[in-house]
């Protein structure tokens, strides 16, 4: 009747939902009973005089008593699951979640970036902070029970914690368009080394890719496309294009011929040369992007005549 | 003609020599046009929910055709995006059109002043502007259906529909005009339960039937106009581009949600109540019985309608409102559902030591009794927050509300139909079909909905044109039940279709009623009756025998 238990969340929920069915079970037996019973029972027959039974003020008040204390135990009982499942605990492994029609996109915490199937660190609390680029969606992972929607105008957040290895489906549960039912993705919980060399080496597609390529992957992921431009416009920072080679005059006077070198400190350390014109104002990446990307960020700047 | 007299009420007492009725008085289509008898509009309301059933279950049985297979490529001959229009439609209809106006402007508008003992509504012209503007509502509607139809849900949740092509716009102003209707009509009926009750009729000696539309009555009044102001904004942003929903133009979609579930769910109260007004008045009649519990079942009509306004959030637990909002909704949800089963048990009551004839009307209150503890229960399911985050916009949200909508309202209504029949056209219909139809319905609404509760506690998600493999068998379950279903109502509507060939057979008061409605012909007169009716018993009183006939003239 319900789906695999991903986490102990789930197990809660699970108790409560079949404490909730036996209730219900208990209660259309008895309301169904006592209904056909009736029929049976008190068939009609001609001439047959009914009692004038108008009140019973002890039997109301059992049937409105009862009930009523059950339903607040039950309130307690789901608002206590409720609560614990939607504060993230502090030490949680922070991905981001960016849905659009129709699809997912996730950011890791090392910055990479990866669409509709990832893998995360089973025994690990794993918090989604998510967000849509369009119209509503919602994240559902019935193997943990959570379900939250995701909003263009804020972001919303799911968390939990897988206790076994397995491949958990996420769903979109809140209806977006023509392909809601096929904006589907997977999450797999895998041992922490496992997922640590996943993270290293990316998703398997990225073996077949050219440097550039995952450069230019890497240039959206970490944001630079905010303040670099690729077609020679000028933004925050200096556009990419033709930077390689070109001889540049930083705000002391100084100059220096662009060089893998240079690249890779500008992106380091940026406050130690300031391109003249500009202000000092690149956050630093130093150890914050995965090696593969970092070839290909110098790959993709080359290439960019 | 032959199996009517051996029903056990017909062969009785046939009344000769009827008077002539609400329907010979006038002749010709302008004198229905433009009537003002609330007999008249009421089955006019009757006959247009009826088609308007049939459109909004065409759409039903076409999800469901696509639905038996869950991976459907490219070609499949209903494509996604059409399997979403049928699903908006197919709700839009059933609820804006069908189950809304079904008990009340339908049964309401013709029961209602005969059981105050009164000559009409307060304000019968308004009656008329009612009808007209539903019909205008209903033109708006099938208009936005022929220029392509529009695929939000019957939910119309914003970004979405405030970016969607197809005459969205068009559609809501439709529900918006509807919304009119309905207010008018509860305006009217409320008018009509305070000022034309008949001489010694205090409120506590009115029916139930009576109690509920008044309360249902009180919600339309009070809630229409925020869903009707919520479309309206809505409509502005997608002409105008003014942003009030729509977050990429600084609007906020949750608060759509709020709008929309403050007005919807105080609506699903206007669709249930009138089903339990219908279901008080069968079974004391078929028990023979007093009603158990008068009171409380009264009260609780007007508390459900209370409470009810208090619990919208509940349809939002996982939507972004705030956690203690959720808290609140959730524990208000769950009060409001106690007057609800505080009545199941009233009715049961009245039941015991009863003098039962399960006469068609009768099964349809047994079916509904079952059918609707089913979709009460599983509410608790939905109202407790942490099975609901779960369960929410999956299968086992479709299988509530269709057991609470459909196995409630729509049961009772197809219950009063057959109650009113005999009262409405003045003839009994053949009991034998009538009943085989009422248990194929029971049969096919379990089948249909009772699978879905399966997968949706296994997280198959609505509205979901493909899905995993693993729910196909149940899908097909469903499918197949939506056949058995159809079955059923179309046995049920052409054997009442049937009855109209033949004379005029009804006695005034086939069931032994008490109320007043049993107090005049089958059908009545023009005028309803003769001189002011008096009140000569009490609703429900079988302390001295009832007659086939009418006890007062
Ligand atoms: C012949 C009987 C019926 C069948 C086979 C049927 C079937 C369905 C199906 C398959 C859905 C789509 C569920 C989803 O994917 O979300 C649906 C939705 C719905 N139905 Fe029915 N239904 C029936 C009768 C009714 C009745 C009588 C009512 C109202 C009184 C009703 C009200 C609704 C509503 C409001 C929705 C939601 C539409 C939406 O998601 O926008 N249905 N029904
Ligand atoms: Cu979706
Ligand atoms: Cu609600």
Same mark, same amino acid.
């Given at each position: 009747?319900?789906?695999?238990?991903?986490?102990?969340h789930?197990?809660?929920v699970?108790?409560l939902f079949?404490?909730?069915?036996?209730?219900?079970?208990?209660?259309?037996?008895?309301?169904?009973?006592?209904?056909?019973?009736?029929?049976?029972?008190?068939?009609?027959?001609?001439?047959?005089?009914?009692?004038?039974?108008?009140?019973?003020?002890?039997?109301?008040?059992?049937?409105?008593?009862?009930?009523?204390?059950?339903?607040?135990?039950v309130f307690?009982w789901g608002a206590a699951g409720f609560l614990d499942y939607s504060v993230?605990?502090?030490?949680?492994?922070?991905?981001?979640?960016?849905?659009?029609?129709?699809?997912?996109?996730?950011?890791?915490?090392?910055?990479?970036?990866?669409?509709?199937?990832?893998?995360?660190?089973?025994?690990?609390?794993?918090?989604?902070?998510?967000?849509?680029?369009?119209?509503l969606?919602d994240f559902y992972?019935?193997?943990?029970r959570v379900k939250h929607d995701v909003l263009?105008?804020?972001?919303t957040e799911v968390?939990?914690?897988?206790?076994?290895?397995?491949?958990?489906?996420?769903?979109?549960a809140e209806?977006?368009?023509?392909?809601?039912?096929?904006?589907?993705?997977?999450?797999?919980?895998?041992?922490?080394?496992?997922?640590?060399?996943?993270?290293?080496?990316?998703?398997?597609?990225?073996?077949?890719?050219?440097?550039?390529?995952?450069?230019?992957?890497?240039?959206?992921?970490?944001?630079?496309?905010?303040?670099?431009?690729?077609?020679?416009?000028?933004?925050?920072?200096?556009?990419?294009?033709?930077?390689?080679?070109?001889?540049?005059?930083?705000?002391?006077?100084?100059?220096?011929?662009?060089?893998?070198?240079?690249?890779?400190?500008?992106?380091?350390?940026?406050?130690?040369?300031?391109?003249?014109?500009?202000?000092?104002?690149?956050?630093?990446?130093?150890?914050?992007?995965?090696?593969?990307?970092?070839?290909?960020?110098?790959?993709?700047?080359?290439?960019?005549? | #003609?032959?199996?009517?007299?051996?029903?056990?009420?017909?062969?009785?007492?046939?009344?000769?020599?009827?008077?002539?009725?609400?329907?010979?008085? %006038?002749?010709?289509?302008?004198?229905?046009?433009?009537?003002?008898?609330?007999?008249?509009?009421?089955?006019?309301?009757?006959?247009?929910?009826?088609?308007?059933?049939?459109?909004?279950?065409?759409?039903?049985?076409?999800?469901?055709?696509?639905?038996?297979?869950?991976?459907?490529?490219?070609?499949?001959?209903?494509?996604?995006?059409?399997?979403?229009?049928?699903?908006?439609?197919?709700?839009?209809?059933?609820?804006?059109?069908?189950?809304?106006?079904?008990?009340?402007?339908?049964?309401?508008?013709?029961?209602?002043?005969?059981?105050?003992?009164?000559?009409?509504?307060?304000?019968?012209? #308004?009656?008329?502007? @009612?009808?007209?503007?539903?019909?205008?509502?209903?033109?708006?509607?099938?208009?936005?259906?022929?220029?392509?139809?529009?695929?939000?849900?019957?939910t119309?949740y914003?970004?979405?529909?405030?970016?969607?092509?197809?005459?969205?716009?068009?559609?809501?102003?439709?529900?918006?005009?509807?919304?009119?209707? @309905?207010?008018?009509?509860?305006?009217?009926?409320?008018?009509?339960?305070? %000022?034309?009750?008949?001489?010694?009729?205090?409120?506590?000696?009115?029916?139930?039937?009576?109690?509920?539309?008044?309360?249902?009555?009180?919600?339309?009044?009070?809630?229409?106009?925020?869903?009707?102001?919520?479309?309206?904004?809505?409509?502005?942003?997608?002409?105008?581009? !003014?942003?009030?929903?729509?977050?990429?133009?600084?609007?906020?979609?949750v608060?759509?949600q709020h709008?929309f579930w403050?007005?919807?769910h105080?609506?699903?109260?206007?669709?249930?109540?009138?089903? #339990?007004?219908?279901?008080?008045?069968?079974?004391?009649?078929?028990? $023979?019985?007093?009603?158990?519990?008068? %009171?409380?079942?009264?009260?609780?009509?007007?508390?459900?309608?209370?409470?009810?306004?208090?619990v919208w959030g509940h349809h939002m637990f996982p939507s972004g409102q705030s956690q203690l909002a959720s808290l609140v909704f959730s524990f208000l949800t769950f009060?409001? $559902?106690?007057?609800?089963?505080?009545?199941?048990?009233?009715?049961?009551?009245?039941?015991?030591?009863?003098?039962?004839?399960?006469?068609?009307?009768?099964?349809?209150?047994?079916?509904?009794?079952?059918?609707?503890?089913?979709?009460?229960?599983?509410g608790i399911f939905l109202g407790s927050l942490s099975t609901d985050i779960h369960l929410h916009d999956t299968?086992f949200v479709?299988?509530h509300?269709?057991?609470?909508? #459909?196995?409630?309202?729509?049961?009772?209504?197809?219950?009063?139909?057959?109650?009113?029949?005999?009262?409405?056209?003045?003839?009994?219909?053949?009991?034998?079909?009538?009943?085989?139809?009422?248990?194929?319905?029971?049969?096919?609404?379990?089948?249909?909905?009772?699978?879905?509760?399966?997968?949706?506690?296994?997280?198959?998600?609505?509205?979901?044109?493909?899905?995993?493999?693993?729910?196909?068998?149940?899908?097909?379950?469903?499918?197949?039940?939506?056949? !058995?279903?159809?079955?059923?109502?179309?046995?049920?509507?052409?054997?009442?279709? $049937?009855?109209?060939?033949?004379?005029?057979?009804?006695?005034?008061?086939?069931?032994?009623?008490?109320?007043?409605?049993?107090?005049?012909? @089958?059908?009545?007169?023009?005028?309803?009756?003769?001189?002011?009716?008096?009140?000569?018993?009490?609703?429900?009183?079988?302390?001295?025998?009832?007659?086939?006939?009418?006890? !007062?003239?």
């Amino acid at each position: 009747m319900l789906p695999e238990q991903g986490s102990q969340h789930a197990r809660h929920v699970d108790t409560l939902f079949m404490a909730l069915f036996w209730l219900n079970v208990f209660f259309f037996v008895l309301v169904a009973g006592l209904a056909i019973y009736c029929v049976y029972a008190f068939k009609r027959r001609e001439g047959v005089k009914t009692p004038h039974i108008t009140h019973n003020l002890a039997l109301e008040l059992i049937w409105s008593v009862i009930p009523t204390m059950l339903v607040i135990g039950v309130f307690f009982w789901g608002a206590a699951g409720f609560l614990d499942y939607s504060v993230a605990p502090g030490n949680s492994l922070e991905i981001a979640v960016t849905a659009k029609k129709w699809n997912w996109t996730f950011t890791m915490p090392d910055g990479s970036v990866y669409g509709k199937n990832i893998q995360i660190p089973v025994n690990t609390n794993v918090k989604f902070v998510m967000t849509s680029m369009d119209v509503l969606h919602d994240f559902y992972v019935p193997a943990m029970r959570v379900k939250h929607d995701v909003l263009p105008n804020r972001y919303t957040e799911v968390w939990f914690n897988a206790e076994k290895e397995g491949t958990y489906h996420l769903a979109c549960a809140e209806y977006c368009g023509k392909s809601h039912s096929d904006m589907f993705g997977s999450i797999k919980a895998v041992q922490p080394a496992e997922y640590e060399k996943w993270l290293v080496d990316g998703p398997p597609e990225w073996a077949t890719m050219k440097p550039e390529e995952l450069g230019k992957i890497a240039y959206e992921a970490y944001g630079c496309n905010t303040c670099h431009s690729v077609d020679g416009t000028k933004n925050t920072g200096p556009t990419w294009k033709g930077l390689y080679g070109k001889t540049e005059k930083f705000s002391d006077g100084t100059t220096t011929v662009v060089d893998e070198a240079y690249i890779k400190e500008s992106i380091n350390i940026p406050g130690k040369k300031v391109v003249s014109g500009y202000e000092n104002q690149m956050p630093a990446f130093e150890g914050q992007i995965k090696p593969k990307l970092f070839e290909g960020l110098i790959a993709y700047i080359k290439s960019l005549k | #003609m032959a199996d009517i007299l051996t029903s056990p009420h017909a062969g009785a007492d046939v009344h000769h020599g009827k008077e002539i009725d609400y329907i010979e008085a %006038k002749k010709g289509i302008w004198s229905w046009m433009s009537t003002v008898d609330h007999k008249r509009l009421g089955l006019m309301y009757f006959w247009a929910v009826v088609a308007n059933f049939i459109v909004g279950g065409i759409f039903a049985l076409l999800v469901r055709i696509t639905l038996l297979t869950g991976n459907h490529g490219d070609n499949y001959f209903i494509n996604a995006e059409t399997y979403n229009r049928f699903f908006t439609l197919h709700g839009i209809v059933m609820v804006f059109l069908v189950i809304i106006p079904s008990v009340p402007a339908a049964l309401g508008n013709f029961v209602l002043p005969l059981m105050l003992g009164a000559k009409d509504v307060a304000f019968p012209r #308004m009656n008329l502007a @009612s009808f007209w503007i539903y019909i205008v509502g209903w033109t708006m509607a099938i208009t936005a259906i022929c220029l392509g139809m529009v695929d939000t849900g019957w939910t119309f949740y914003t970004p979405y529909s405030s970016t969607t092509n197809g005459p969205v716009s068009l559609m809501a102003l439709a529900a918006f005009t509807l919304g009119f209707s @309905s207010i008018f009509t509860g305006i009217n009926f409320i008018a009509t339960v305070h %000022k034309l009750r008949a001489p010694g009729m205090g409120w506590f000696d009115m029916p139930l039937f009576v109690w509920s539309i008044y309360s249902t009555s009180l919600i339309q009044v009070l809630a229409t106009p925020v869903v009707g102001i919520t479309l309206v904004l809505l409509t502005i942003e997608r002409a105008w581009g !003014i942003g009030v929903f729509d977050a990429s133009k600084g609007g906020d979609p949750v608060l759509f949600q709020h709008f929309f579930w403050f007005y919807s769910h105080p609506a699903v109260y206007i669709m249930i109540l009138p089903g #339990m007004a219908i279901i008080s008045e069968i079974i004391p009649t078929f028990s $023979a019985k007093t009603m158990f519990g008068y %009171k409380a079942v009264a009260y609780s009509s007007v508390a459900i309608a209370l409470i009810g306004f208090l619990v919208w959030g509940h349809h939002m637990f996982p939507s972004g409102q705030s956690q203690l909002a959720s808290l609140v909704f959730s524990f208000l949800t769950f009060l409001v $559902a106690i007057p609800s089963g505080i009545k199941v048990f009233n009715w049961l009551a009245t039941m015991w030591r009863g003098n039962i004839a399960m006469d068609t009307p009768m099964v349809w209150a047994v079916s509904f009794l079952l059918l609707f503890t089913i979709g009460g229960l599983t509410g608790i399911f939905l109202g407790s927050l942490s099975t609901d985050i779960h369960l929410h916009d999956t299968y086992f949200v479709v299988a509530h509300f269709h057991y609470v909508m #459909m196995g409630g309202t729509i049961t009772a209504f197809l219950g009063g139909v057959h109650y009113w029949w005999p009262k409405m056209f003045g003839r009994m219909y053949n009991e034998g079909p009538a009943k085989i139809a009422a248990y194929l319905y029971f049969i096919g609404f379990n089948v249909l909905f009772l699978s879905q509760f399966v997968m949706g506690s296994n997280g198959m998600p609505r509205r979901y044109y493909n899905y995993l493999p693993e729910f196909q068998p149940w899908h097909i379950a469903s499918t197949v039940g939506s056949w !058995i279903i159809a079955a059923g109502l179309f046995l049920a509507l052409g054997n009442l279709l $049937a009855s109209l060939r033949k004379p005029k057979d009804a006695p005034d008061n086939p069931w032994k009623g008490t109320t007043l409605e049993w107090q005049t012909q @089958s059908p009545p007169i023009e005028h309803n009756f003769h001189d002011q009716p008096v009140l000569h018993r009490a609703p429900y009183d079988y302390r001295t025998p009832v007659s086939v006939d009418r006890e !007062i003239h």
